[in-house]
């Protein structure tokens, strides 16, 4: 999505970009991970590209879990899938 302001109006256009071209080979010539961003993105691929608060959120729930597991009481995530 893109937007522009030009005389105080908003103008939103949507478009389709090309998809980045990129891929990695870890441990196979024939499968690797293709980047998931646009043709000439800046900043690294997205393979390169980490999420902090999907760390975070999952490192809560590990803690959670841990604590269910020793006896500790009822995770708090559960309540949460209700």
């Known amino acids: 999505m893109f937007w522009t302001d030009a005389d ?3 103008k939103i256009r949507f478009i389709e970009l090309l998809p980045c071209p990129a891929v990695i080979h870890q441990l196979s ?20 590209v980490t ?11 590990r803690e959670e879990v841990r604590r269910d597991r ?6 708090r995530w559960a309540t949460w899938l209700r």
Do not use: K, M, N, Q
């Open 8 to 10: 105080g109006h908003r």
């Open 29 to 48: 010539v024939t499968d690797g991970d293709a980047c998931v961003l646009y043709d000439r993105h800046p900043g690294p691929h997205s393979w390169g």
């Open 51 to 61: 999420d902090p608060l999907a760390d975070l959120t999952a490192e809560r729930i």
């Open 70 to 75: 020793d006896g500790g009481g009822r995770c």
